[in-house]
């Protein structure tokens, strides 16, 4: 398959990673200078839609497009209502921080719900398996990993284990592929914040109220 990928050369690796090399790849880092590659591509994974929202009107016009957005922070109802729901592609939601892609499923969700047997054929295209989701902010797995973390963050605060004790018992107790810290220095601890403070917004569920030192960390890396 022809895959374009509109973000960056992390994005493009991890995009490699999951799907192997029996594809070819096109990187582009911005939606206006991807638009002239559309006719070309089968389907595009765009990483940082959820950061340019206003750049939605790019998938209002373009009927063939199939597209994989990044709705981690943001659910694909919410984009599409940037452009008043006109949107005449294909569009999929899928976790497009850091870590969450390349894995043996492929985490996704709709746009219309009568869009699953296309889900179906751009996957076995993809050679992935699929779970689609709801259509929600932090999706499933990024909300449970950033809601861990977030709660390791607590528990480091309380003084009850350092983050090294945790990362060690997260690992060996649970099989994690990576403790709570490791994971966060891997994810980046702003698109942690980001997602905590998204779903947060979304549910109004103290699980995932920001924990005070967490926030420090966003504001020190931030600045």
């Known amino acids: 398959m022809n895959i374009l990928i509109i973000g960056d050369v992390v994005n493009f ?4 990673q999951k799907f192997g090399q029996g594809h070819a790849y096109t990187l582009t880092k911005h939606q206006q200078e991807a638009e002239k590659f559309f006719g070309k591509q089968d389907v595009i994974f765009d990483f940082i839609i959820e950061e340019h929202p206003d750049q939605m009107e790019v998938y209002r016009d373009h009927p063939t497009v199939i597209a994989f957005l990044n709705t981690v922070k943001v659910n694909l109802a919410q984009l599409a209502a940037t452009v008043n729901h006109q949107i005449t592609c294909t569009l999929f939601g899928f976790p497009g921080i850091p870590t969450f892609l390349n894995r043996e499923i492929l985490e996704t969700s709709l746009y219309k719900l009568d869009q699953n047997s296309r889900l179906e054929e751009v996957c076995t295209k993809l050679k992935t398996s699929f779970q689609y989701v ?3 902010v932090g999706l499933v797995t990024p909300r449970v990993i950033c809601m861990i973390i977030n709660e390791a963050y607590y528990t480091v605060q309380e003084g009850t284990a350092t983050r090294e004790d945790i990362d060690l ?3 060996l107790g649970t099989n994690y592929p990576y403790g709570p810290f490791e994971w966060a220095g891997k994810i980046g601890v702003k698109n942690v914040y ?4 998204a779903v947060y917004a979304d549910t109004k569920d103290e699980r995932y109220k920001i924990c005070p030192l967490l926030k420090e960390e ?3 890396h931030r600045n």
Do not use: G, H, I
């Open 218 to 220: 966003y504001l020190f």
């Open 134 to 136: 709801e259509d929600r």
């Open 13 to 16: 690796e991890e995009c490699q």
């Open 169 to 171: 018992a997260m690992k």
């Open 194 to 197: 980001e997602v905590l403070q």
